[in-house]
Structure formats: structure tokens, C-alpha cells
Nanobody, 124 residues
């Protein structure tokens, strides 16, 4: 059974940086496309970033493009989300997700496995 565990969330000020990590257990990490999503109170779950199985191609939501970077280390079974220039509107619970797909999907319904989420709060 695939398990995903996120870490690295916290409370930061406007303009700060954070790096989230998501470690996979119970699966062959390099077989999985990985994604990061976020969900703020009262809002739908939003695609943040996704990365192909090899890590050679990444995709971003419009609201984070140019500020966030997704990467993966297949030797460590871990995907990362480097978040720079954080804004209060980035405040949300951040989830990592995995699926055995060839392409990166932007819809949450296309991912089979999910982590428990980590809270990111950006104060103004």
C-alpha cells in the first residue's frame, strides 16, 4: 500500500520561503507521477505543481508560476516543493499526490494516492 507523508509546513511572513517534502513508502517511487495540490477553507482543491516520473518536466498552476519549484529525488523516494515569495493567499493545506500515469494531470480526481496534508500559513 502506497503511503505519502508530507512535512515542512509552518507559519511564515509575507515574502518568506518554505520547502515542503513528501516521502513515499510502499511503492516504486519512480513509477509515479507526483503532484502538489492545496486547499484553502471554503475553496476547492487546487493544482499547484506536477512532475513527470523521471523529473524531466514540471507543470505549475498559474498562481504559483515563477515562485514555486517542484523537484524529485527518485533515490530518496521524495518529492519537494520549494515555495518562494510567499503571499497570504498561498495559505492552505498542501497535499502531495501520486498516480501511476504517464502524463501529469491537473485534476485531483486523477490521483489515486494522497498524503495527509501539511498546513502553510502566510501572515501579512
Amino acid at each position: 500500500q502506497v503511503q505519502l507523508v508530507e512535512s515542512g509546513g509552518g507559519l511564515v511572513q509575507d515574502g518568506a520561503s518554505l520547502r515542503l517534502s513528501c516521502a513515499m513508502a510502499g511503492g516504486v517511487f519512480s513509477w509515479y507521477v507526483m503532484g502538489w495540490f492545496r486547499q484553502a477553507p471554503g475553496k476547492e482543491r487546487e493544482f499547484v505543481a506536477g512532475i513527470t516520473r523521471s523529473g524531466d518536466t514540471s507543470y505549475y498552476g498559474d498562481s504559483v508560476k515563477g515562485r514555486f519549484t517542484i523537484s524529485r529525488d527518485n533515490a530518496k523516494n521524495t518529492v519537494y516543493l520549494q515555495m518562494n515569495s510567499l503571499k497570504p493567499e498561498d495559505t492552505a493545506v498542501y497535499y502531495c499526490a501520486a498516480d501511476q500515469e504517464v502524463v501529469v494531470h491537473r485534476a485531483a480526481r486523477d490521483y489515486r494516492y494522497w498524503g495527509q496534508g501539511t498546513q502553510v500559513t502566510v501572515s501579512s
